[in-house]
């Protein structure tokens, strides 16, 4: 019942979502393409025509981090009832990464005062997994790193270490309490 219900539930999500997605898009190409250029020289207009592309662009991000939360919800679903099924394949664990940080960049852009720098270790070598599920992983780790950092930097990090390969996050945000790092793996904590 409670497979049903999220897959019910997820697709009537779903639904309304891909219009907001689609018509995001859309009118802020249609705006960037005729609209912007009405303004000229006039700074007034240029400035408002920014604030619209940019609130267009949080929409439509805000939208897509929507998105995400309903398929890792589904996913702890699919989990947990045995049914999840993973696409692991040979993958460049650094070209995956890369994706990662694509998903944030509008954030980072929201945010100059944070630096965010990416070390990538040539010596990693390739990995056998699922590229998907290693993107949600960072992104969603680099996700929390920018919303707790008010300012400093923010470094993903690969590298090779034995005969595995080592990701971390740093961030300069508050951190975690110290009462709650052994609730951290629990879930929707």
């Keep these: 019942l409670k497979s049903a219900f999220l897959s019910t539930v997820s697709h009537e999500l779903r639904t309304p979502l891909t219009s907001i997605l689609g018509f995001a898009k859309l009118i802020g190409r249609e705006f960037g393409e005729h609209f912007s250029p009405l303004a000229g020289d006039n700074p007034a207009l240029t400035a408002r025509g920014k604030r619209i592309a940019h609130n267009l662009g949080v929409v439509y991000g805000e939208a897509e981090r929507l998105t995400r939360l309903i398929n890792d919800v589904l996913d702890l679903n699919r989990i947990e009832s045995g049914n999840m099924q993973w ?8 070209a995956v990464l890369r994706q990662a940080v694509q998903s944030i960049e509008g954030l980072l852009t929201q945010r100059p005062e944070i630096r ?6 040539a010596a990693v ?20 790193a920018v919303k707790f950092t008010e300012q400093g930097e923010i470094v993903l990090e690969l590298r090779a270490e034995a005969e595995a390969a080592l990701v971390t996050v740093r961030d300069q945000g508050v951190g975690i309490a110290a009462d709650q790092l052994e609730a951290i793996f629990d879930r929707f904590h």
Excluded: H
């Excluded at 696409?87 to 650094?94: G, H, L, N, S, Y």
């Design 125 to 144: 070598p390739p990995l056998f997994m699922d590229p998907d599920q290693l993107v949600q992983v960072i992104a969603n780790l680099l996700q929390n």
């Design 87 to 94: 696409r692991d394949q040979c993958i460049d664990p650094a």
């Design 116 to 121: 965010f720098r990416f070390l990538a270790d």
